[in-house]
């Protein structure tokens, strides 16, 4: 049974649903956190998230809530969590000297064939990774929030990370129900948030620059962009809007170019535009102290679209 066990080290909002969706792939989980309250309490919220689910219809996998649930365990001891696992995901917090000295302290329990799986938002595999004995069994794996309802995740090797590697934590992510997307280089922000940023960037200069509220900034994704980049990309947008992709670059890329031309150089979001930014969206999703609500209210509509984009996906496979 040894080579079904997955070592999850970090008990927050991401080691727990890592838990789950290994768990799901009928893996065994032990989680391991310094804080044993955090522990006690991921147990709990495990038992509650795996309910909803079930309720929901959205349980993945094909062992029963209960079975998934029996398949995590917790421990106070690193050693316990990561022995006899063969895939380890570390996911403390996001600093570079807390990730090295967890790291450093795994390099010494485990054997050749371990792979080391961060879930660095931003942190880059080689900075984590360059100290450890098993540098080449390193690799990132940095999944969307929430990652049971947004299934993308970015898989970045250091150039040092052996190939099956990464062909074996594909093969995992996989298993439990995740999108895995290879980045094939090292670049800050990988490039989920490289697109994220990118966005920010232009809708904080138009907000800034008076060209539109933050609110209608806002309506232009959710009732516009959004709709689409829910089940396609930019490129395939692209591709549809023409006739093809040649047919679209013949059409647009100069206005593209002399568009992109005008964007201006990054800055940093701060001052009487961040504040009138909080303003619009103090109006628009509540104030900070009742955001529990508005998190349900996105999570809500996060699951309705997960489910929808499921039964589509089926009748596609129906259909061929
Ligand atoms: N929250 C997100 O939206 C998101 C999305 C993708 C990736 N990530 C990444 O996942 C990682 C974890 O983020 P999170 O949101 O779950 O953080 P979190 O603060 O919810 O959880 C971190 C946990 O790590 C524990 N911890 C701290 N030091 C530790 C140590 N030395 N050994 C073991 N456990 C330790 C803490 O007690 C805590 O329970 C970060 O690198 C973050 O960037 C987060
Ligand atoms: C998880 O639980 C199920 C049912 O209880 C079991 O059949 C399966 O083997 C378990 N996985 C592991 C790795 O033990």
């Not at 138009?206 to 089940?231: H, N, W």
């Not at 964007?263 to 529990?292: N, W």
């Amino acid at each position: 049974m040894s080579a079904k066990k997955i070592g999850v080290i970090g008990s927050g909002l991401i080691g727990r649903s890592f838990a789950m969706l290994f768990a799901s792939a009928g893996y065994k989980v032990v989680i391991f956190d310094i804080e044993p309250a955090q522990t006690r309490a991921a147990k709990e919220d495990i038992r509650e998230q795996l309910a909803s689910l079930e309720k929901n219809g959205l349980l993945k996998g094909s062992l029963s809530r209960q079975q998934q649930f029996d398949n995590i365990s917790t421990t106070e001891n690193l050693e316990e969590c990561v022995k006899n696992a063969f895939f380890i995901q570390e996911c403390v917090p996001e600093r570079l000297d807390i990730k090295r000295k967890v790291w450093a302290q795994v390099d010494k329990l485990v054997g050749d064939d371990v792979i080391l799986s961060s879930s660095t938002s931003a942190l880059l595999p080689s900075a984590i990774s360059e100290g450890l004995t098993h540098k080449n069994r390193f690799i990132i794996s940095h999944p969307t929030n929430p990652p049971f309802y947004c299934p993308a995740i970015e898989v970045v090797p250091a150039g040092w990370t052996d190939p099956d590697v990464i062909e074996k934590t594909f093969t995992v992510l996989k298993e439990s129900g995740l999108v895995p997307v290879l980045i094939k280089k090292e670049v800050p922000g990988f490039v989920l948030n490289r697109i994220q940023y990118a966005i920010i960037g232009e809708c904080y200069r138009l907000i800034k620059d008076g060209v539109v509220s933050p609110e209608d900034c806002d309506t232009i994704m959710s009732q516009g962009l959004g709709l689409r980049y829910a089940f396609m990309g930019p490129w395939e947008t692209g591709y549809l809007n023409a006739e093809g992709m040649l047919s679209y670059g013949e059409r647009y890329a100069d206005m593209i170019l002399d568009i992109q031309k005008s964007f201006g150089p990054p800055e940093r979001i701060e001052g009487p535009t961040l504040q009138a930014i909080h303003a619009s969206m103090e109006r628009l999703a509540g104030p900070v102290q009742d955001i529990q609500k508005r998190r349900q209210w996105r999570d809500k509509r996060l699951i309705a679209l997960a489910k929808l984009k499921r039964d589509l996906d089926a009748e596609d496979q129906a259909g061929k």
